[in-house]
């Protein structure tokens, strides 16, 4: 997990900013594309790439690497044994955005973060 850069973060503190990004990677691994704003999505992009990495890998360690990330062992499971696989000729940019639009209440940028 990348440190929390100083300044202005997601979330408040760099342990939320953490959780936020183990959780959308947790999803987008569960459910292969998730609806979430733009800031979010473009600092979740690299933790998922490198997940993916790991999971091609598939040994004990990168599996315990993964793990310190997100921590849902049903997630880590999907992830070595079936999304993973899918990109063993793939060399990297797993992840694509897609922009929605603004979101009516706040105004906020909207994307989807899918697996390629």
């Not at 953490?18 to 594309?33: P, S, Y």
């Not at 696989?85 to 797993?94: K, L, V």
């Amino acid at each position: 997990m990348p440190k929390p850069k100083k300044g202005p973060r997601l979330g408040g503190s760099p342990s939320h900013q953490r959780a936020m990004l183990a959780n959308l990677a947790r999803e987008v691994i569960l459910k292969d594309r998730i609806t979430t704003t733009e800031t979010r999505a473009k600092l979740a992009k690299p933790v998922i790439d490198r997940l993916i990495t790991y999971g091609k890998r598939d040994t004990l360690h990168t599996r315990r690497e993964a793990l310190k990330v997100v921590t849902d062992r049903a997630a880590i499971q999907r992830l070595f044994d079936e999304v993973a696989p899918r990109y063993g000729e793939r060399d990297g940019g797993y992840t694509r955005i897609i922009k929605l639009g603004r979101r009516q209440g706040d105004g906020a940028s909207m994307v989807i973060l899918e697996l390629v």
